[in-house]
C-alpha cells in the first residue's frame, strides 16, 4: 500500500528551503535537517559579528526567471533593496572600470601594451590553438595570449587554484563572464570590429534583502515552520538508509550534544554534497558510485570581513565605493574584496555622532583544505589581509585597521575538472536506479556551479515532482551556470525548454 508522502530535507540553504515551501504549500509534512547550529541559508547566510553582518560572498538576488524572482518577493517584499551593480578591477595597482571604458584601458594598460595586445590577438585570430583542449587554449584563441595573461590567468587560477592549462576548454566556454571581459576588453582595443560578439548589457542593478542574504532564508523558514514544517538546526545527516519492503527512507545523524536521531520519510531531498551522500547510503552504494562521489572535488573559501575608519576625517575618500574590486594583481593572494556597505548600510552599524565613519570590507581568499592557507589561525589570516589591503594600497593607513573575524567556507564551489561530468553521470544513474524516492537538489547537492537561483529551481522542481509522484521535471536540465546569466541572449528561463520525462 502506498504510503503517505512524507519528506525529509537534508539542508537548510537555499535548494532545501525553496523545496520546503514549495511543498508547506501543498501540505506535504516536511522536515529540514541542517547541519549548521546557528545559520539557515547555507553559502547564502549572513554571519554576524557583534553588529556587523558579512555576507559569504556577495549574494546578488537577481533571476532570469520572473518565478524565482516572485518568490523572493514573496518572502521579503519591501526588504529587498534595489542596489546598483558596480565593480572594479586591480591590476598592477590600478583600477579599471567594469564594464571597461576604451579609453581608460588604453590610457592605464599603457599605447604600447595596448599595441602588442592587438598583434597578439590578431595572430590568435589567424593561427589559433587547434584544438583547444584547454581553458587557456580557448580564451588565447579568443582573445590572445597577452590579454589572457593580464585580464584571465591570474584571477581564474586564483578561483580555482589549478593552472589555466590544466583546466578544460568546455568549462571556458560556459565562463560567460571572461567571455564578455574578453569582448569588452576587445571592443575597447580594436574599436573598428564590427562583430557579433559586442558585450550584451550587463544586469545593472540587482536585488538585495537589507540585512544580507540570509535574512532571506530566515523568514523563509519561518513561513515554512508557520505552515507545519520543521526545521532541525545543528543535526548533520549521515546515514540514509532505504527499506525497499517498507517504502520508506530513515535518515540518522547526531545531534549538536551528540545525541542520535532518527527520522522516516516516504522521499528525501538530498541538498548535502555528493561526496558526502554517496558514502552514507544503506543499502550502500556500488563500488563504482563510491570511487565516483570521491573523485569529486571542491574548492573552499575564507573571507576575512575587516572593520576599518573610513578616510581620516570620516569622509569616506580612502576606500572604494563599488560592490566589489576583484584583485588580477599576481603580487598578492587575495582574490576579490567586497565593501558590503555598498550592498547594504544595514550590514555596518550606524555610525556615532563625532567618531569617525566605519565600513566593513570582505577580503576573500579561495583556497584548497590542506594548502596551508585553509589551516591557517585566524590570527595569521588576519594578519595576511591586513598586508595585502596595504599592499594593494585600498587601505593607506594601517591604523585604520579597526578589527576583522573569519568565515571559512567549505566545499563553496564545486570542481569542474576533467573527470567530474563522468562521475557525476555515475552517480546518478546509481541514485535512479537503486534508491527511489531520494532527490538530489541544489548546488553541491548536485555538484552544479549554481547560484541561488538554479540551487533553487532544482529545490522547487524537486517539490513538483515529489507532489505530483512522479519526475514530471528533469531537475538536470536547469541551466548550470547562473552568475552571468544576464550576458547571454536568447535564455528565457532556466530550464530550457521545459521538459517532461
Ligand atoms: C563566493 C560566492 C559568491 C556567490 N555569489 C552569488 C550571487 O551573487 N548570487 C547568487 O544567487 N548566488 C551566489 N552564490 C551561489 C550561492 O551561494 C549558492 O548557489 C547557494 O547557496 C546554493 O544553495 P544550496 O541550497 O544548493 O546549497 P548551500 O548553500 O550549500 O546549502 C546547503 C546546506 O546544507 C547543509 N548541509 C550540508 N551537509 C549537510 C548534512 N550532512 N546534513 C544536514 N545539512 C547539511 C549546509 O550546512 C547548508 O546549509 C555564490 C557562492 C559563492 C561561494
Redesign the pocket.
Known sequence: MKQKTSVVI???????LSAALTLSDEKIPATV????PIYL????RTVRHGDYLTD??????FSKSPEIEGFWSRILGDDLLQRPRSSRILYRGKLFSYPLKALEVLKKIGYGESILCTISYMKSHFIPIKPARTFEDWVVNRFGKRLFQIFFKTYTEKVWGIPCDQISADWAAQRINSLSLGVAILNALTPWRNNSRKVKTLVESFRYPRKGPGMMWEVCAKKFISAGGMVVMG????RLSWDKSASQWTVE?SNANGLRFKHQATDVVS???LR?LIPALDPPASAAALQAANGLRYRD?ITISVVVEEGKNGNGDDIFQENWLYIHDPSVRVGRIQNYKSWSPELVPAPIPGQPSRTFLGVEYFCFKGDGLWESTDHELIALAKKELLATGILKNPEHFIEAFVNR?EK??PVYDDTYQDHVATIRDEIAIHYPGLHVS????MHKY????H?MMTGILTARNIIAGENLWDVWRVNQD?EYLETRSGLGGLIDPPVKT
Open positions: 537534508i539542508g537548510g540553504g537555499p535548494a532545501g535537517f541542517e547541519a549548521d541559508g547555507g553559502i547564502s559569504i560572498g556577495g549574494h546578488r538576488f543535526s548533520p545527516v549521515d545523524g541538498t548535502m554534497p558526502d573559501f567556507q563553496a564551489y541544489g548546488r553541491n547537492g549554481n547560484n541561488q537561483d540551487a547562473a
